[in-house]
């Protein structure tokens, strides 16, 4: 029996391991826990996205085929009809719909614009100037500045159409012509 109880001593000491051991392949364990939370196939997607987008910046920017346009930058609305098929009385229906929505979307976005901004203005105002408390109040103002020049984006988009050019945005703020969307 003794034979036993000697054999059986010697398996469960086998067994054991000890508290170093145990710590060790704990802090592994806890070590390992970055890297296989670590979303490997979607960063090599990014990157490939990202690879493409440099690509495209690097070869250049692409020709609006929405329109065609003559050397001085006016808009050919007969040409325009017949490379998409249609009528040139379409395309004016088309371009006057359009015009109505820029103009819409500039007045909508540059009042929201400016809600946000007085809103923004307000919470600077009462809250007190401590760091923890002042960076989300300073963190609202990119979107202010995105309204903006959302606003403007689409008051450019109106003047253009407007126009029957492609002017630049300094030709836009500089026109003596109605600055505002209608």
Same mark, same amino acid.
């Given at each position: ?59 250049? #920017? ?43 979307? #500039?007045?909508? /976005? ?6 946000? /901004? ?65």
């Amino acid at each position: 029996m003794q034979g036993d109880k000697s054999s059986t001593r010697r398996s469960t000491s086998a067994k054991r391991v000890s508290r170093l051991s145990r710590a060790w392949s704990g802090l592994k364990w806890i070590g390992s826990v970055p890297g296989r939370a670590f979303p490997k196939p979607e960063v090599i997607e990014g990157g490939r996205f990202l690879s493409g987008l440099i690509t495209g910046v690097r070869r250049g #920017a692409r020709r609006n085929t929405r329109f065609r346009v003559d050397e001085d930058r006016r808009i050919d609305v007969q040409a325009t009809a017949f490379l998409h098929g249609m009528k040139a009385w379409q395309v004016e229906g088309l371009l006057r719909r359009r015009r109505r929505q820029t103009a819409l979307a #500039a007045y909508i /976005f540059f009042g929201a614009a400016w809600t946000l /901004f007085a809103y923004w203005l307000f919470e600077i105002a009462i809250t007190p100037w401590a760091s923890w408390r002042i960076a989300p109040v300073l963190e609202f103002a990119p979107f202010c500045l995105f309204l903006f020049l959302t606003a403007f984006q689409s008051a450019l988009q109106n003047y253009q159409i407007r126009t029957r050019r492609l002017a630049t945005a300094w030709e836009y703020l500089t026109t003596s012509e109605q600055f505002w969307p209608s």
